[in-house]
């Protein structure tokens, strides 16, 4: 036997293939795009056989998937982390989830794909639907929080706003992800600025001014 397929057989004694494949396919997605490559390949570049894969993964979708299902836990635990319970003031925590989601979008920049750009059915995939729809409810009583900041009379459906504002977040933070080469627009300049305007914008039409917004505009 020799000593890649020793090396292949220990890592997945010790059950070490699955999280191996998805490291070799985030490589992959950066490198080829989503779509770029098969099974087979990923299984050659994890040094292991073409057949080992199947233990884990039915076909390139499902580790893609696996691949996404771990970024949207990192990414749910991140928003939190940065909502943290709207302290000091909605408007401040709010900015604070917007630059979760760009640092995501660049340093998991993998990950970010294969949750937003590989086509996946979070319906037919288990547990995918799920996680997202875990992400976005943060999103989502964030966004009610800052409804209760609207001026009196002016009804916003918290679930509007979180679509409307992940819309901002995913548009500039897809800046990220794109070559140069394809893309249109301010690749260079600052996205974080970008996406903090953009929001001083659609939270000024509004109504809400506090906080960060209020020291964003002076």
Known sequence: MTGKK???????????LREALMDVARRLIIDRGPQGFSLVEAATLAGV???APYRHFANREALLAAVALAGYQR??????QAWNDGQPDAVSAFMRMGEVYLT????????YIAMFEAGLKGDEIGGLQQAGDRAFAILIK?????????????PAPPDLMAAHIWA??????????????????PVTGDL?????????????????????AHRAEN
């Open 192 to 212: 974080k600025e970008l996406f903090e305007s953009g929001m001083m914008i659609y939270l000024k039409g509004l109504g809400i001014r506090s906080g960060s």
């Open 168 to 185: 901002l977040s995913h548009g500039v933070a897809s800046l990220f992800t794109s070559s140069p080469s394809d893309c249109q627009g």
């Open 142 to 154: 964030a966004a009610t929080a800052l409804g209760g900041t609207l001026p009196d009379g002016q």
């Open 75 to 80: 990414f749910a635990k991140d928003l939190e």
């Open 49 to 51: 056989s073409p057949a």
């Open 104 to 111: 995501f979008a660049r340093d998991e920049r993998a990950s």
């Open 6 to 16: 020793k090396q292949a057989r220990r890592r997945y004694h010790h059950g070490n």
